[in-house]
């Protein structure tokens, strides 16, 4: 083995594994399916190439193509890198909210077919289906020479640190908080979007970082290789890097690069380990390769779906016996964690003093110190306005006006108008095929209404996004088991924290330094709340291994991290030992009394006798009637739709 | 579900291609007498193409109306384990989809050949992002989106052939394709969300 084979292994070694890396953090990590990856690597391929090469007319002219500006390294890398970063942004349509993942996944497909088309058929644009070649090296310019054996070596080196240099990066960006919103967003996107993750912001941040990996990768390449040309970057290469992926093990990095160590990579050389024959057929081997390539996914798909290396658990050991000495086991937790957050949080600390006059002389309303409403939305609140000119009722926090809802013309919901007052348990029944759910999922933004207006706070909430109107304080849960599987029980918590400092990309990058002290105050109230419900013990379980009722447990906890002001609560207790569904029922009294405003589907009519006031009646997707439950079954109409019916 | 796909893709392409070592294999019938009328040439063997698609979709759309055996395809694709429970095998239900098909695509296969006149193990390579193309532009699940999407690709790539270079034709296609997912993410026959 020369010297010259082994820097060969090396660089292609770093290409592809820093290649890898950005697929496996997209699809891996993210959860995004982006079968046009190769189109990243070979715009950063190009953008390397006409940055370094001279004009069109050099050498004879005999290739076309636009730029050739002709550039100093290491402009054409950097040039890569931005390319291909900037070459996704186009594609965030495609996996912003509206489309599903198998739709984006096929449109990415298309595109890198598109493109390659493209680029194939029209010469002007990068030489056609020739492709470009005599791209120089870096410092070419200056004298080096690709084929001296120190030049070599030192391009190798700069090719594996850069790789470890985007190892670093999506190591530090998955292990944060924000990597965590990312899992989130993977195991269940809508769930994430309740919980005020903004998906659009999140995965334009993958698409186009990954994009940059990509870029710098296809850079990186060509500047080695000195050739690019559309047969390098056929559809079917995307295959390979997600064979290698999946291989490795999707969302491990080390797993990624094993995978690119031995998908793109071995299979290039172990053919050269074949004995060369001339009565084999001409298409054999490569063919051979392929077949292989498509066997290995389907196997390991079938056998080892999660890879060689699996995605490692995140263990975080609970504070222990520091918890419980703390006040954190009442439901006073959230304001002392919030209290322990620095800096962005003090916000959330002042709100005894800031909350206004629209807790109409109620003290207790002051006591449990969800977010802040926002200010505007509390100067200008109608809500309070009511509040007071209603002889002493609490003010309104949720409201809707003649909501319509239809599915292909069935009216699910068909003009519900109703308010949701501040710190009642408001419980909200009705048959199956009532409109509960699709009301509680308007109301939360998950679905859009057909007509009809939405109020929160005195703010027209009809038109913001899910995750938006968490933010304000409106969170639900779902009917359905909606836990993020993938992660641990303590991380499904973590992941509903708002605001905390290394959920976003910028903190995520600026380290454990930066965010720790967030991370461990959410930690603690987490903790308290595990104490609370009695799932300490399952803390680094994944939560997808759970019962269906813990299912549920987690996902009320999960609620209640994400400091609700006004809790949208979907048959919390549907699956839960009664025992515990009573105790459920007794903490979130607690809560309202402390402020906090619950809605709660339920079908349990003990449950809603015990624990709520009023009770508002839906059926055939209109309300039927509100009240105490005393007053509801002395109505007959009532009687006749729920309790019989 | 895709990549799996895809990897068996690569599987039969490339094994079919080691097989006979990727030469082309002409397949040549005579074309028959022509018809003529209506400022159409159709030779015969278009004729037999036309005819035996509009019967392939005759079929299908028979099947999954008046059958049995359509109607539980439809329970198994709308849910899977509550048609299990209704009493209805859905793994075997499953295979003959896919036997289904793979008969359908055979047959799309040999209509290809025959069109075409000679082809080899990766002369449908672009046919397959194309049917993908179709599919979704109809919306998945929908046997009368696909046909009509099938119908709208197969006439942009024609026709747009007469106004702009016949490498291009594709392009159009896809180009259809996208700017669809961006108006109306579901398909041209997909529920709406």
């Avoid at chain 1, 207790?364 to 505007?376: A, K, M």
Wanted: hydrophobic content about 50%; glycine content about 12%; proline content about 5%.
């Amino acid at each position: 083995m020369n010297s010259y084979y082994t820097l060969n292994l090396i660089i292609y070694a770093a290409v592809d594994a820093m290649a890898c890396l950005g697929l496996s953090q997209q699809f891996g990590v993210a959860g995004v399916t982006n079968f046009g990856f190769i189109i990243f690597q070979a715009a950063g391929g190009y953008a390397a190439a006409i940055l370094a090469m001279p004009g069109a007319s050099a050498n004879g002219g005999f290739q076309s193509y636009i730029g050739g500006w002709n550039l100093p390294f290491p402009l054409p890398w950097i040039g890569a890198a931005v390319v291909g970063g900037v070459l996704a942004l186009p594609f965030t349509f495609l996996v912003g909210r509206r489309l599903r993942g198998d739709f984006a996944a096929v449109g990415l497909l298309v595109t890198a077919v598109l493109l390659n088309l493209l680029v194939t058929n029209y010469r002007p644009l990068l030489n056609g289906d020739a492709g470009l070649s005599l791209i120089p090296a870096p410092f070419a310019a200056q004298g080096f020479s690709g084929t001296s054996s120190g030049y070599g070596w030192a391009f190798a080196a700069g090719a594996v640190a850069l790789t470890a240099a985007v190892f670093w990066f999506v190591r530090r960006i998955t292990f944060s908080p924000y990597g965590r919103s990312l899992r989130a967003m993977r195991d269940n996107d809508t769930v994430a979007d309740s919980l005020g993750k903004n998906l659009l912001s999140l995965r334009t941040a993958m698409l186009v970082t990954g994009g940059a990996m990509a870029g710098l990768s296809g850079g990186i390449l060509v500047s080695y290789i000195s050739t690019w040309s559309p047969a390098a970057w056929g559809y079917a290469e995307t295959v390979v890097l997600f064979a290698a992926v999946i291989i490795g093990g999707a969302g491990n990095h080390i797993g990624a690069v094993i995978g690119a160590i031995l998908v793109p990579v071995g299979f290039e050389e172990i053919t050269r380990f074949f004995p060369t024959s001339n009565n084999l057929p001409p298409n054999l081997v490569p063919s051979l390769e392929w077949v292989a390539i498509g066997l290995l996914i389907v196997i390991f798909l079938w056998v080892r779906p999660q890879g060689i290396l699996p995605e490692r658990k995140r263990f975080i050991a609970l504070p222990g016996s520091a918890a419980t000495s703390t006040p954190t086991a009442g439901p006073a937790a959230t304001d002392v964690a919030s209290a322990s957050g620095r800096g962005t949080s003090a916000a959330q600390t002042v709100v005894p003093e800031t909350r206004p006059a629209d807790a109409n002389g109620q003290a207790r309303d002051t006591r449990y110190s969800p977010r802040p409403s926002p200010p505007q939305a509390q100067e200008t609140q109608p809500g309070a306005a009511e509040g007071t000119g209603d002889h002493g009722q609490p003010a309104v926090v949720l409201a809707a006006r003649d909501v319509v809802r239809e599915f292909g013309g069935v009216r699910a919901v068909d003009g519900v108008s109703f308010e949701v007052r501040r710190g009642t348990l408001t419980g909200l029944i009705g048959p199956n095929g009532a409109g509960k759910s699709t009301l509680l999922a308007m109301l939360a933004g998950t679905l859009p209404v057909t007509s009809g207006h939405l109020i929160y706070q005195g703010q027209d909430v009809t038109g913001v996004p899910a995750f938006r109107r968490a933010r304000l304080g409106l969170v639900r849960t779902f009917q359905l088991a909606s836990e993020f599987k993938r992660l641990t029980v303590l991380e499904n918590l973590l992941s509903a924290v708002p605001g905390n400092r290394g959920d976003s990309f910028r903190g995520a990058l600026l380290g454990q330094r930066y965010w720790g002290g967030d991370e461990a105050a959410a930690v603690r109230r987490a903790t308290g709340l595990l104490e609370r419900f009695g799932l300490a013990g399952m803390a680094n379980s994944y939560a997808g291994d759970l019962s269906g009722g813990q299912r549920r447990l987690v996902e009320i906890m999960r609620a209640l991290m994400a400091e609700p002001a006004t809790l949208l609560l979907d048959e919390p207790m549907a699956g839960v030992h009664p025992r515990l569904a009573r105790r459920i029922g007794a903490e979130l009294v607690a809560l309202c009394g402390e402020g906090m405003t619950i809605l709660m589907v339920e079908h349990e009519l003990a449950i809603m006798d015990e624990f709520c006031d009023p009770v508002v009646v839906m059926a055939e997707g209109r309300v039927l009637a509100e009240g105490t439950m005393q007053q509801l079954r002395g109505r007959s109409e009532v009687v006749e739709a729920y309790l019989v019916g | 579900m895709v990549i799996v796909s895809l990897g068996m893709t690569l599987i039969i392409e490339f094994g079919v291609q080691a097989v006979t070592g990727g030469t082309a294999v002409s397949y040549t019938m005579s074309n028959g007498p022509t018809l003529a009328g209506g400022g159409l040439n159709l030779d015969g063997v278009e004729v037999i193409i036309i005819v035996l698609s509009v019967l392939v979709m005759l079929a299908v759309h028979g099947l999954l109306r008046y059958t049995k055996l359509g109607k539980a395809m439809r329970a198994t694709a709308a849910n899977q384990s509550l048609a299990r429970n209704c009493g209805i095998r859905a793994s075997r239900v499953i295979t003959a989809t896919w036997a289904i098909t793979g008969a359908l695509c055979g047959l799309a296969g040999v209509v290809f050949a025959i069109d075409a006149g000679s082809f080899d193990a990766t002369s449908t390579d672009l046919f397959l992002i194309l049917i993908l193309a179709a599919v979704f532009l109809g919306g998945p699940g929908q046997a009368y989106g696909a046909m009509l999407g099938a119908v709208v690709i197969g006439l942009a790539t024609e026709v747009s052939a007469v106004f702009i270079p016949a490498d291009y034709k594709y392009v159009i296609a896809f180009v259809v394709l996208l700017v669809m997912l961006g108006v109306r993410p579901t398909g041209l026959l997909g529920a709406p969300q």
